[in-house]
């Protein structure tokens, strides 16, 4: 079973300032990771798509990198409506398991 | 554009049976996998069960397997999750996804998600 860790658990960060995420795997997963937004009383939003493709209609402030066992999720300059708990994600082709990170919350300084 | 509308939730008590469904509209239902995905209150969110386009591929969770039944009506654009034998732990938000393919992928498109608790 393949584990996700995110951190921080908590960013801290002022509008406009950058914001870095962190996601490690405990084994390589490729580029099958996904990063998910969440705000209070909506269901996930998906951001990013195969470590570093935007999906549909996401700012280009939102970029993800990474391979393998280390990923990131960075927000360039952070906007208010940005503040929310980010997920990240694998996937694979079979099982068909979603195995989901614990998430990093976004919130203001 | 895709819709993803969840129902069947509600309050149980602990040892009963739930029936959710997630009506979708918007897109080729048939075409793509579909998924269930759960988040108690307050918490993160974790992966129930899936089921690729034709019913072929179905995976559970290790915490639902030989409790919960995953099922799809590719006529009727629906999606449902039996859910039997129900603990307090599985008290959560439970969300239906689609997936980006037919058989795997990553969820594209969620719905709002139905409570569900199970209490005495």
């Known amino acids: 079973e393949i584990v996700m860790t995110q951190s921080p658990a908590t960013l801290s960060v002022s509008p406009g300032e950058r914001a870095t995420l962190s996601c490690r795997a405990s084994?390589?997963?490729?580029?099958?990771l996904a990063w998910y937004q969440q705000k209070p009383g909506q269901a996930p939003r998906l951001l990013i798509y195969?470590?570093?493709t935007r999906a549909t209609g996401i700012p280009a402030r939102f970029s993800g990198s990474g391979s393998g066992t280390e990923f990131t999720l960075t927000i360039s300059s952070l906007q208010s409506e940005d503040f929310a708990v980010y997920y990240c994600?694998?996937?694979?082709?079979?099982?068909?398991?979603?195995?989901f990170g614990g998430g990093t919350k976004v919130e203001i300084k | 554009e895709v819709q993803l509308v969840e129902s069947g939730g509600g309050l149980v008590q602990p040892g009963r049976s739930l029936r959710l469904s997630c009506a979708a509209s918007?897109?080729?239902?048939?075409?793509?996998?579909m998924h269930w995905v759960r988040q108690p209150p307050g918490k993160g969110l974790e992966w129930v069960s899936g089921?690729?386009?034709?019913?072929?591929?179905?995976g559970y969770a290790d915490s639902v397997k030989g409790r919960f039944t995953i099922s799809r009506d590719n006529a009727r654009n629906s999606l449902f999750l039996q859910m039997n034998s129900l603990r307090p732990g599985d008290t959560a938000f439970y969300y239906c996804?689609?997936?980006?393919?037919?058989?795997?992928?990553?969820?594209?498109?969620w719905g709002q998600g139905t409570l569900v608790t199970v209490s005495s």
């Open positions: 994600q694998i996937y694979n082709s079979w099982p068909p398991e979603l195995t």
């Open positions: 089921i690729s386009w034709n019913s072929g591929r179905i």
């Open positions: 996804a689609k997936l980006s393919y037919d058989t795997s992928g990553y969820p594209t498109d």
């Open positions: 084994q390589s997963v490729s580029s099958n």
């Open positions: 195969g470590a570093s």
């Open positions: 918007g897109f080729t239902f048939d075409d793509y996998a």
